[in-house]
């Protein structure tokens, strides 16, 4: 075979290719058997082999993914991505109607309905009918791209069909999910694998788009369907029906199953018969999405900040299901709260298996009165947590024993204290459930500010036996760090520097990295002014932690009760073995009294400081930083797009300071 009938036979099997996997993963509905198809694939696959000059980025061979990235890279959307405002009752559907008819003056509007999948949402960029790039939804305006991991998704198109005349730049939103079948294959094999399994199909979409080895999310078994046109060259389709049926035209997926909708009635009954076929489906739907069709429409009625006005989320009520309690267990969280779980005989709740339920706290263990081996209702929370709302009353049943929170950790042993409703282990710093966590937070900028121990090399290290608690952070050696994923002569040169400039540490920053339940930066910040040193403040008693003003009880017997714990005594102990050096807090200004008394809040963004840095000053110059406005604010700070906390200032009368006012207020006189 020459070079030009290689060329001309390789064009014309990804074009037969691209056609098969249209209709097998867009409209399910293929032409031709698995082994048609193979044999097909394979002689593709053996020609750009024999041809490597002739392997081009959009051939459907190219769906193995690419060796793995340090992050993933920030991308700002060409139009931002927006939620929708999410609706339960008929009643606020016709009521949407109304307002609808009303803002465009008309008495009759048609709209397009379609099902509210369950995935993650993308934007998917096309020029000259070649996908270039992908990316995440993000906070709306800027995504993380995703594109090597998108290719690796057969329903997604890599080029457009050139006889549809697609345009010369196409912009389209699309959600990416995976089909329940799969979904529970994929668990099944992650389970044997001894690999904590995902908890519904959502998850398992997203924690597969978002991976760092696209090799990976090569071998989850992904899918995609698109529902708008963000951006067009040349003229945009006028309805959004009519954009549903040029994305099919191009090959793009989209939503089988859709209607467009005369009345507002109409609407009303495909959102009942679509619940009612919801448990067929082979993937998850939460709801209905309901849009004013023409594009004219949805131009004149516009968006609010997140959300279009011309469009809703029409949702389903929750499921629920009833199954058997096996046994309650405790699990213990990164922050020591402890939570009780009922390990339930798997039960199916629309399509998804549930086998654990969480169960919140002791208070509402006993409310429901749920124990062993009762009979329960379960619901999917918002359609997504499972959750046991009651227990089911079985005539004749002989129930156990209620069930009682455990008065030592389940896993360090070290004591169980209660607040409120919760309880929690007291173990922080050496409680391995808590370590990872413990040692994030020990690192954080208003800790111990140490660069470059972030959440990955944390788990590696706790992972791997080289940090039991947190003084081991000082006897880590570089050898080690370079046995670490990522870590390199530099890398490791640069953390073992950052952790030797943490051993200098005020004691307002210390008591703020031990992680103590109720001490953050501003109590941190009065115990250290209070008692001066380290070793007054941990022979200090409850009785004498009350006295200092700020502090409560609560805080009290949180203080008391971890400076009682001989584990985390003994953590501090070896902390300043290892070279920790504790200064007393840096003293306030002398300008301190101008604020004393003053109350600020942050809205938008600052230039000159970060957050902390912000908080830090106002404290150092004796006033508090509160996270909503109230009438007793003294002044809210308006950096670059300030929120919904400037307008409330503003219907209060509260003095709003810029940026430059708020530092004119803080420097030195």
């Not at 399509?351 to 706290?361: D, E, P, Y």
């Not at 404290?619 to 797009?641: I, M, P, R």
Request: glycine share 6%; aromatic share 6%; net charge neutral.
């Amino acid at each position: 075979m020459t070079h030009n009938q290689a060329k001309e036979r390789i064009a014309a099997l990804r074009l037969e290719v691209r056609h098969h996997d249209h209709l097998y993963y867009s409209k399910d509905r293929p032409e031709i058997s698995d082994a048609e198809y193979d044999r097909l694939f394979r002689e593709l696959v053996e020609l750009e082999t024999a041809y490597p000059d002739l392997l081009t980025s959009d051939s459907p061979t190219q769906r193995v993914g690419a060796p793995p990235i340090d992050e993933l890279a920030k991308v700002p959307h060409e139009k931002p991505m927006l939620s929708l405002d999410s609706i339960t009752d008929r009643e606020d559907v016709q009521a949407f109607d109304t307002r609808m008819k009303r803002e465009l003056e008309t008495d009759h509007i048609v709209y397009t309905v379609e099902p509210k999948f369950d995935g993650l949402s993308v934007e998917l960029v096309y020029d000259q009918g070649k996908f270039v790039r992908g990316s995440t939804r993000g906070d709306g305006r800027t995504g993380e791209e995703v594109t090597v991991n998108l290719r690796t998704i057969r329903a997604l198109p890599l080029q457009l069909r050139h006889d549809s005349s697609p345009p010369a730049h196409l912009v389209v939103r699309g959600e990416v999910y995976m089909r329940l079948d799969e979904f529970q294959s994929l668990n099944r094999r992650m389970t044997e694998r001894g690999e904590e399994a995902f908890a519904n199909p959502r998850n398992a979409a997203a924690g597969s788009l978002r991976m760092l080895d696209s090799r990976v999310t090569a071998s989850r078994p992904l899918t995609v369907t698109c529902y708008d046109i963000m951006a067009v060259s040349g003229p945009a389709p006028p309805s959004h029906w009519d954009e549903l049926e040029a994305l099919a035209g191009w090959s793009l997926p989209v939503p089988a199953h859709r209607r467009r909708c005369r009345s507002i009635e109409e609407v009303l009954a495909f959102h009942q018969s679509t619940d009612a076929m919801r448990e067929s489906l082979p993937f998850e739907i939460d709801g209905i999405v309901v849009k004013v069709d023409r594009r004219d429409w949805q131009d004149q009625l516009g968006s609010k900040s997140r959300s279009p006005r011309w469009a809703i989320a029409y949702k389903f009520a929750p499921r629920k299901e009833i199954t058997d309690i096996q046994d309650i267990v405790v699990s213990v969280g990164r922050t020591g709260t402890l939570t009780p779980l009922a390990l339930l005989k798997p039960v199916e709740v629309g399509g998804v298996t549930i086998s654990r339920a969480t169960l919140h706290n002791a208070d509402e263990v006993a409310r429901k009165d749920v124990r062993v081996g009762d009979r329960v209702k379960v619901e999917r929370a918002g359609d997504v947590i499972p959750a046991i709302t009651e227990r089911v009353p079985v005539p004749g049943e002989q129930r156990q024993d209620p069930f009682v929170m455990p008065d030592h950790c389940p896993v360090c042993g070290s004591a169980v204290a209660r607040e409120g409703a919760y309880f929690y282990c007291t173990g922080q710093t050496v409680c391995v459930a808590q370590l990872k966590g413990a040692i994030e937070h020990f690192a954080s900028k208003s800790a111990l500010n140490i660069d470059g121990l972030g959440k990955k090399t944390v788990a590696q290290l706790v992972d791997r036996g080289l940090v039991r608690d947190l003084a081991d952070l000082y006897r880590l050696t570089k050898e080690q760090l370079l046995t670490l994923e990522g870590f390199a002569e530099r890398s490791a040169t640069l953390l073992l520097a950052s952790i030797e400039r943490s051993k200098s540490v005020t004691l307002d920053r210390l008591l703020m990295g031990l992680g103590i339940r109720q001490v953050g930066q501003h109590i941190a910040r009065v115990l250290a002014q209070r008692f001066g040193t380290l070793p007054q403040l941990m022979a200090a008693t409850e009785a004498e932690f009350i006295q200092v003003h700020e502090i409560g009880p609560e805080i009290s017997a949180s203080l008391a009760s971890f400076f009682r714990e001989d584990r985390n005594r003994q953590v501090i102990a070896r902390l300043v073995e290892r070279g920790l050096s504790i200064a007393p807090p840096a003293q306030a200004t002398s300008s301190s009294h101008a604020l004393a008394g003053k109350t600020f809040v942050f809205t938008g963004g600052l230039s000159g400081y970060s957050r902390d840095e912000a908080k830090q000053l106002v404290e150092q110059h004796g006033g508090t930083v509160s996270s909503s406005v109230s009438k007793k604010t003294s002044y809210v700070v308006a950096g670059t797009d300030p929120g919904s906390k400037l307008d409330q200032a503003q219907k209060l009368g509260v003095t709003v300071l810029s940026e430059g006012e708020f530092t004119d207020l803080v420097k030195p006189a």
